[in-house]
């Protein structure tokens, strides 16, 4: 198992351009690291125009299934099992290995992380979701500092069901919320 990014533009410059078009000002000065992650918490509409394409290879097929039920602001693409295009002699089953590409902007990202990180998704899902995260800090370590689980995106975990381990009342979570906010401030 394995992901690796197949396509990556520092786009930082458009989207700081974009935000200041947005307050009627000029193109600025290339952007910080705190005006970057100061803009991907806010969550404004620019850092959609960040992108990353994202091949992964050899994860369950459950996984990709969890995967492609996220829809905005990514697209996927799945390789196929249909029987005329995939030579295979054993039928394939919800543990098979499969290939995906997703083409996914910052904002989804940023939600996807919420769910997918979250001790309350699958243990495999969670595993490639962090690796592909630990390929993206390499890229954008902004993006990648704000990549986290809903409870600590909320500040408390809103879940229907919590997990087992009640990470919301840990000390890691403490630390972990503590870290976010401040690099919000």
Request: positive net charge; contains cysteine.
């Amino acid at each position: 198992m394995h992901c690796e990014i197949v396509n990556y533009t520092d786009q930082w410059q458009m989207i700081k351009d974009s935000a200041l078009f947005t307050i009627h000002k000029e193109n600025g000065k290339y952007p910080t690291s705190k005006w970057k992650r100061d803009i991907l918490i806010a969550e404004h509409s620019p850092i959609r125009s960040g992108r990353l394409i994202i091949n992964i290879y050899d994860i369950p097929s459950f996984v990709v299934t969890h995967l492609i039920r996220h829809h905005i602001g990514i697209e996927k693409f799945v390789a196929t099992f249909r029987s005329d295009r995939f030579d295979s002699e054993t039928v394939p089953d919800r543990n098979t290995l499969q290939n995906m590409r997703i083409d996914v902007n910052f904002q989804a990202l940023i939600s996807i992380s919420r769910k997918r990180c979250c001790n309350g998704a699958s243990k495999e899902t969670i595993v490639v979701w962090n690796m592909i995260l630990s390929e993206i800090a390499k890229y954008e370590p902004e993006l990648y500092s704000v990549c986290v689980r809903e409870c600590i995106y909320r500040g408390f975990c809103s879940e229907m069901y919590q997990c087992k381990q009640k990470y919301s009342e840990s000390n890691d979570y403490k630390i972990k919320l503590s870290a976010y906010r401040n690099k919000a401030n």
